[in-house]
């Protein structure tokens, strides 16, 4: 018997509409699954280049009135690529027209925004899901599953950094993603958003936090041609970067753990560490997403003589996710987690299930990504 | 206008089948070519797994004799990715049809069969490549490229190993792999043949060699049902292991340099540590499959006091094939050295050019196979 | 003709007395200086005991009073290597005394007694230097030429770890360590001091910090026998753990760089991982004194396609220190970073210099302890 | 009651001899022994030169005339520290002498010499000690307690490679250690030796070999002054290299096991890069001097999803020889080998045991030298 199929409409092509298009066009190839995804339409403001993503990405239609496609009723799933500007209407509006509604992080580009969205699904009864993707890297899974079952007994401390270097020249110029008004905050909601999400996918809730933004290079060239990161210009104008470059902060978890959070897009050397230690009372874990498909682990457990961190080759096929792909030490990559995302999406979906991670998921992060930027302005700890 | 297609007819669905198919399915995704590949028809003797795997992978159609593929004459190409004793008859089939041929390495079980298929593609006129994929890691041909600009100066020593461990349980059971009937060799011809391809690829011919293979495990429990590596069950009965469990031989290269290569499936702990190290008067480098984003490299040119083993991330828009997938240091796995392989093949099969790497390079892997096993049997250097 | 001898008093025989003497027995050895070092007189208040380690070590005379020691005309330099709750009395004694006062760190318990020490050294005009020895690793004091130099251009961050994990068992008794009267801080004045000591000889003043300080096991069974780290049993009686288990905060710097430190004891599988990274607008380092002899360097110079992060081994001749000992690539080790500080402060104190680390370093650094214990419970930015 | 005394007459004072010196400086500092070592008398050619090195490295007396210093009936053992090309006479005058013999490895310059040197100390009856260092390294002393101990396994594979590339300049000069009548052999007899020395300490002896022997630089400028690796300078005339600048060879061990050994002048980059991989049916385990305080160590018998390569920091108070010096992680250097070697060997004179390891060490060693050169010549397999 054919398998059912559910529509998606992608609102966005450029970085993320290329990972989330792949996703969809490969889930089906590499996990058995209950249901099948059809790439039924991809949605851009400039025709021309949304009729070229949905040639190059597989896509069977496309469409240039994102409206037009939430209100489709051939479409089951709005999947939200946008920048965070655009994020919560498109959001709410699917939601409202009963779709199943998944959505780029962080889900708004304010806490407000986070908190509409999260009530317009949870109004609307849909399926919802955000795109946390570093979750679903086997090796992160994999530490999920060794916390749940105590190999690191009581938690004490979790160390994150997400760091990069891509505008570390003060003559990078001011693309969309340095401007608040449309990308919502820089550093802090790119990429300590993910530090975030590692923190309490693995690790529970914060209860409280104390932070600083900062914003190392205050003007830069304006870009000739809003793009995204890799296909910005530069020209003579300067234009005030209104968003942060680094952002750092220390938490306190309700579990009693410890945290310290730094990310940054002035670390260089640094490409996209995307990195996290935990260290518990049995062992402890290293993971980088650099080498995604390793993950250290000490265990308290080994003997004293013996005892030392290990790489495990998260590639084993009672690993999850890894053995829906290839044999041991055939290594994946990025775009594999957001294959791994909509795999799990889709089968909540189909069995009528929440998603992990979720609106819920996306609203507690910009909880506090919000806290952290009010510390920040008060120089103060705030409780969650 | 429409870009031509290519209909590709791919014979063998298992562990090498799947590869290939993803990379079919990807190659016009990630890369803008002059031309496009159609998944015509794949290709196995058991129709009930075919027909799945056409559908799993993507694949138009499905057959079950590979001799009405090679004739159908819709297909261009035909892909050989079944166990190395089919090779030569359908590889010589396709030829004759006046198809391309791509095969899975090493060409042949013997190196009379290598030359017969090397023959029947030169004597048809017929596009041959053959998929000696690790060559298409990005890192690796930065390797070729820094190499041939001279970054290593005069090359002194290549040392490569290839180890894995699945074979170390004396039960593992005796798949097809560890007959010599089917896989005409063992550790040698499946994953010393990868570093040899290395070597050539990257410090040119050898001149003469030396070497050893050994079988440390003589007998196996017979498998229940002959699978590939991964699906094979143990019987109580037990056969003769026929093939080589480990392999190392010394080497000389026609540039003077000296190469030590080691292969073994009994290095407990290493899964797929496909690995060199190249020293040159300049520079060296340093790579290993596991970790197939890197490349490390020492230049003798740096200020002594600042020098050392740097890790290049092989993913930066400017590196090879790197620019047609994710930004910088957001990796990718094994699957796409095919996908690189499939796009340079079918480059230069619309250009009327020969493929790299093609049936010369298979056959060439070959006869160094050849002249190590020799060099076994008779104690002796072996002159190539 | 015979070089000048410099007569020293040792106080206290444990660890670091262990570690200082081996200083003052090697430093002549392996460095060509215009003094030499005198073993004088080794001094602790257990006649049994520093009559042992004053043979161990190769002393000419033990003591067991500190005062006589200090009043002794024939001792040049009082080094004291006690508990930290004496070294106030022991060095404000010996300034007065007129001798030349080398302290281990942190060099008061209070930031009041590291005033009150720093008063005295430069009221009676005594040469003074403090222990913060990790400054004198080769690769260390590298990575200060570089920074010197401007290799790293404009430091934007500083990020320090000093992970332990010797009392990660609740279980493992009350030793001085944890005990405040005795040990003044915990975590924060034994290790964190390390870090510290490091950004600031690297990467300049602090302007501000904010930070917390934890206790994650507040009850420990009584040590049976009150030791050093290693020796202490544990008894069936609990008493408080008075000092800090964790420590963790964030700074700016003068400069405008950003700072991230964290120190614990419960960092398990981390058995002494003193390391940092510093990042600039020209290029990063990474510094862990595990792996002492390596200095990690990206250099933004370096051709886009050819940079990454490259393993320096400091151990070239043209290395600090380095080449008073042995060949390049035969590491050194803990010790002599020791043997190096107490080299340059023979020097500068035979030359009538100020020793570099000296109590002005002491103190500042005790600033910036203070500054974040008072942080932690007030929890609010501090400015220094 | 005092301890016994054992004199040392040290004959060599370059760099050997002063990593002796430093061994008979701190043996009883760190160890707690039944015996003691006096540092007698050093002695050497050059008069102003080994009396400045008697005063830096802390010997009593100096010679010049070593037969002096072997006939000197106060000395109880003769350390022999000198090149190659002396070690024999010296050696054997000693052992004829009665005293204990002590010499750097290789212990002769010819098969034959170590052979009428193990023939002397044994008819002489006298304690004999080879100073093959790396063995001591905690490291490679518990690699060694691991294989008794069963933890390997059965062993498959040894691979080991020492590279340096201190001569890859070809303007480099023609040093003594490059022409044969002093140094014997050149890369396989100073390095190849040491990868020999840890194959057979850790699995056992090898029964056959096949190897090579390569120059690859055939003349180079006469050295102004015959000095140690560091010291010497280059002249315009130029002199044949009369040693191999590379030495690799294929081995099999007695107990079925096979091996690869490289060693190289010419690896680019490689400092002094001494390391094996040893895999057994039960684990594996990794040692590289540069980071000789690790040791990586695979087990079979962890669950399959949480194994992986570990690194033990070799430096906890139970793992050999560390308990000596620092706490866990704060670690020793090249030199502690040395320490080591004179702690064990002093302990077997004074109990009049055998030293481990000895001159037959010294001369299996040479034995395996002087096949693999015979092999290189007769382009064949040896027998042992």
Redesign the interface.
Known sequence: MAKKQYNVGLIGYQ?MGK?HS?AY??VN?FF?LPAEIHMHTICGRNEANVSKAAA???WTNYATDWRAVVENPEIDIIDVATPGNTHAEIAIAAAKAGKAVWCEKPIGNTLQEAKDMLDAVQANGVHHAVFHNYRKAPAVS?AKK?IEEG?LGEI??F?G?Y?Q??I?DPNFPLVWRLQKEVAGSGTHGDIAAHIIDSARFLCGELSEV???L?T?VKQRPIAGEIDD??GATASDKMGDVTVDD?S???A?FKS?A?G?F?A?R????????NSF?I??????IVYN??????L?????D?P??????????A?????PYAGN????????????TFINLVADALVSLHEGKAASPNFVDGYENQRILDAVERSSET???IRL
């Not at 250290?296 to 308290?300: A, K, L, P, Q, V």
Request: proline share 1%.
């Open positions: 970085f990972a792949n066009r490969q190839r058995d190059n990405f597989g994999l060794m190999l004490h401390h160390r950094v760091l270097d891509w570390a104390c932070g600083l900062h190392f990161k890799m680094a750092m902060f220390l306190r009693g410890l310290v730094e940054s002035f670390a260089v050397g640094r490409k996209n560490k230690e260290n518990g009372s049995r062992g402890s997403q650099e080498r995604m498909n390793e250290e682990y000490y265990s308290n080994d004293k003589d013996l005892s030392g961190f290990r790489v495990i080759q590639t084993e096929a009672s690993h792909y290839w044999p041991v030490a055939h290594i994946i990559g990025y775009e594999h120089r103060s700890w």
